[in-house]
């Protein structure tokens, strides 16, 4: 087939299939359907980028994708389609293996893209997706492969190469999660104006459209506004007449009816408290905050989901221990998974040297990120019984998680409680990262340079600013530490709020 007549059957194909309901719908819809809207009606009018983060995703996909081909064209001549022309061709032809096809039913206005379409010993084909996902359980991978299914209107299940090396088939169970999607895409298609939804911190906060929708969320005082305010407790809220932060502030907590994700006293005690530090930018303690005795050594780690073993790989243990000057940061470093081990029994090491220097001390970090990477590590390498390993994660353990100790005793003029939520605050922690842009996801994109990079002086340039950027991280839980010091003495004004 030349070059041109490739071209011209791509533009029949994009044109055909503008406005047609596709796989890669899912994702977006699953997350929040007035994004779809947006991205169906609004087409261009916004720029929507690709992070670093995305594209990298991207590419380690594509990888995985190139790396499953090689393999079944070792089994089968393996086709390339170049349309859903030439796709319908290859599969009259029953050739045994189609590349990238693109499926097609008009009728239901339904566009498709498998990966791969397998032929089957009973003559019909099957599609198959490659995913970097370790589990086809999650909703975009089941509305996806659904929909091939949909369109070759055959019984065979549908495959799906996961990330870790399995094979996982879905079959009709797909179906009624399918039938829900399509009647929701076409009622979207068919609006002139865009839905009506709620904000989501975890959500908003990475999306292309985030100044356009958050002004308005702001300016109708949406209770989802609050940290702890589900979107499905918002709506609950609003059929009773609590739609704004303002009513929810004057709320009292025995007036408000249980509804989804905002049961009992505590929780919409804690709501109410979120929506008066909200509207006045004040803190207020629930309980004194607990910190443990001994002397602190702040922890973070920096790890690699993109892995060839498809483990996550640990390529900083990062530490910061007394005096805490930016002298005192001290760490384990990895070049790559070869040394995963060797970064393990070393980060071990240092614990067993501070543990030597220090008769008690506290390995402090924010989120469960490091207990569990510990706990998973143990297991890797069979070392659940190893001492360290077992005073790591048993009852006296050194570890402490700050996250848990400022959730749980302290309500802050904030929508989410990430430690750069927290720290950066101006009027709370007031911490500041030297790199702006830093953040987890940029440490993995720096590391995936840092091991594609063959200038000694690239490499270390890469490497030096994830290991700044690690150092503020632990800088910054040293400040949080103060912080909440200083809350315990009283030098910090909160509003007491006994339970
Ligand atoms: S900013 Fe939030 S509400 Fe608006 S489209 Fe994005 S995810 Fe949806």
């Not at 590419?59 to 349309?83: F, N, P, R, W």
């Not at 308005?216 to 305010?229: C, K, P, Q, R, T």
């Not at 905002?262 to 008066?276: C, D, E, M, T, V």
């Amino acid at each position: 087939m030349l070059h041109e007549s490739r071209q011209q059957l791509l533009t029949t194909d994009k044109k055909a299939t503008q406005t047609m309901i596709k796989p890669s719908d899912a994702s977006v819809w699953a997350s929040c359907i007035r994004r779809v809207w947006l991205d169906k009606h609004q087409a261009g009018q916004v720029n929507i980028g690709v992070s670093d983060f995305d594209q990298l995703l991207r590419d380690s996909g594509l990888e995985y994708e190139t790396a499953v081909l090689t393999k079944l064209q070792q089994q089968y001549i393996v086709h390339k389609a170049y349309s859903i022309k030439h796709t319908r061709e290859l599969m009259q032809q029953h050739v045994p293996v189609i590349y990238q096809g693109r499926l097609l039913d008009e009728q239901q206005s339904l566009i498709g893209y498998p990966d791969f379409l397998i032929l089957h010993e009973s003559g019909h084909y099957q599609a198959a997706d490659v995913k970097l996902s370790h589990s086809a359980n999650k909703k975009s991978i089941q509305i996806q492969l659904g929909l091939y299914r949909r369109i070759l209107n055959n019984q065979l299940p549908a495959l799906v190469f996961l990330g870790d090396g399995n094979t996982a088939t879905l079959g009709d169970e797909t179906k009624p999660l399918v039938d829900r999607f399509i009647t929701d895409m076409e009622a979207l298609l068919a609006m002139d104006e865009q839905p009506t939804v709620r904000y989501s911190h975890s959500k908003c906060r990475i999306c292309p459209y985030f100044e356009r929708c958050t002004p308005e969320f702001e300016a109708n005082e949406d209770v989802s506004l609050i940290y702890g305010i589900h979107g499905n407790s918002a709506n609950h809220l609003a059929s009773m007449g609590l739609s704004t932060i303002t009513q929810l502030a004057n709320s009292c907590a025995e007036a408000i009816p249980d509804v989804p994700h905002l049961k009992g006293y505590k929780k919409k005690h804690h709501a109410i408290l979120q929506a008066k530090a909200y509207q006045t930018g004040e803190i207020y303690q629930l309980n004194d905050i607990t910190l443990p005795e001994g002397m602190w050594i702040h922890f973070d780690i920096e790890d690699n989901p993109l892995t060839t073993t498809h483990e996550r790989h640990v390529y900083l243990w990062g530490l910061l221990a007394t005096p805490y000057s930016f002298n005192d940061f001290d760490y384990v470093w990895t070049d790559d998974e070869t040394q995963d081990y060797q970064g393990w029994i070393n980060f071990l090491e240092k614990i067993d040297n501070y543990r030597t220097q220090y008769s008690t001390f506290v390995l402090a970090h924010y989120s469960n990120h490091e207990r569990t990477t510990i706990r998973k590590y143990a297991e890797r390498y069979a070392m659940k019984d190893h001492a360290t390993v077992v005073w790591l994660l048993g009852n006296n353990s050194p570890l402490f998680d700050m996250q848990k100790a400022v959730v749980d005793n302290l309500v802050l003029p904030l929508k989410g409680y990430g430690l750069k939520d927290i720290c950066k605050h101006k009027d709370l922690v007031n911490f500041q990262w030297q790199d702006e842009d830093s953040g987890s996801q940029w440490s993995v994109v720096q590391f995936s340079r840092f091991l594609a990079a063959t200038d000694p002086h690239a490499k270390l340039k890469l490497k030096n600013e994830i290991l700044s950027y690690n150092r503020d991280d632990v800088m910054a839980t040293r400040q949080l530490e103060e912080w909440l010091r200083n809350i315990n003495s009283s030098k910090i004004r909160t509003i007491k709020e006994m339970n």
